[in-house]
Nanobody
C-alpha cells in the first residue's frame, strides 16, 4: 500500500512562491512516475506536471511552464513542486499521485485516470 501526504500549501500574494512536498511511504516510490494535479472549485482535476522515476523526463502543463518546477529525491521518498510567479489562477487544491504502471519507465502520463494512488491534497490560495 502506498500512502502519499502533501504539505507546503498556504496563502500567498500574487507574484509569490511556494514549495509543495509529497512524502511517500513504501520502498517502491523511486520506481514510478509521479505527478502533480490540481483542482479548483467547480473545475475538473487537471494535470500540472509529472516526472518519471529517475527524474530524467518531465512534462508541464502549458499554464505552468516556466513558472513551476517538479523534482524528486528518491533517497527521501519525496516529490517536490516549486511554484514561482503565482497568480490567482493557480488557486486550487494540489494533489500528488503515482502511476504504478510505469516501473522504471520514461513514460509520464497526463491524464488523471492513469494515476492510481493519490494524496489528500493541500490547498494553495493566491490573493491578487
Amino acid at each position: 500500500q502506498v500512502q502519499l501526504v502533501e504539505s507546503g500549501g498556504g496563502l500567498v500574494q500574487a507574484g509569490g512562491s511556494l514549495r509543495l512536498s509529497c512524502a511517500a511511504s513504501g520502498r517502491t516510490f523511486s520506481s514510478y512516475t509521479m505527478g502533480w494535479f490540481r483542482q479548483a472549485p467547480g473545475k475538473e482535476r487537471e494535470f500540472v506536471t509529472g516526472i518519471n522515476w529517475s527524474g530524467g523526463v518531465t512534462y508541464y502543463a502549458d499554464s505552468v511552464k516556466g513558472r513551476f518546477t517538479i523534482s524528486r529525491d528518491n533517497t527521501k521518498n519525496t516529490l517536490y513542486l516549486q511554484m514561482n510567479s503565482l497568480g490567482p489562477e493557480d488557486t486550487a487544491v494540489y494533489y500528488c499521485a503515482t502511476d504504478r504502471g510505469t516501473k522504471y519507465s520514461g513514460y509520464v502520463g497526463r491524464s488523471r485516470y492513469e494515476y492510481d494512488y493519490w494524496g489528500q491534497g493541500t490547498q494553495v490560495t493566491v490573493s491578487s
